[in-house]
């Protein structure tokens, strides 16, 4: 499957964006999600993940209340929509889908990645 994230761009604090990750090659519906970001030299951290079907997501701390994730199985689509955003956030965003070994909110878990959308919050 390729993964291709869209979305991402220049937001004051507080703005809103939404990221989308459309997907070719192969359904994402049997698949969980998901979204990781990362800043440059820091290492690749989990965001959000949603369940096969749509009915769990999962949040890193930092994010609940503020972003929800998202998919519409019969677009092939995953988004990310992110709301009061801090300068925290800023980062280069991944979407990708999970190969069910080892944990949802690790990045090893994962084994198709797409190429990650910047988000930058400006303060």
């Known amino acids: 499957v390729q993964l291709q994230a869209s979305g991402g761009g220049l937001v004051q604090a507080g703005g809103s964006l939404r990221l989308s990750c459309a997907a070719s090659g192969r359904t994402l519906s049997p698949y969980v999600m998901g979204w990781f970001r990362q800043a440059p030299g820091k290492e690749r951290e989990f965001v959000a993940a949603?369940?096969?079907?749509?009915?769990?997501?999962y949040y890193r701390d930092s994010v609940k209340g503020r972003f929800t994730i998202s998919r519409d199985n019969a677009k092939n689509t995953v988004s990310l929509q992110m709301n009061s955003l801090k300068p925290e956030d800023t980062a280069a965003y991944y979407c990708?889908?999970?190969?069910?070994?080892?944990?949802?909110?690790?990045?090893?878990?994962?084994?198709?990645w797409g190429p990650g959308t910047q988000v930058t919050v400006s303060s």
């Open positions: 949603i369940s096969v079907g749509g009915v769990n997501q």
């Open positions: 990708a889908r999970y190969g069910g070994v080892g944990v949802y909110y690790t990045p090893g878990g994962y084994d198709s």
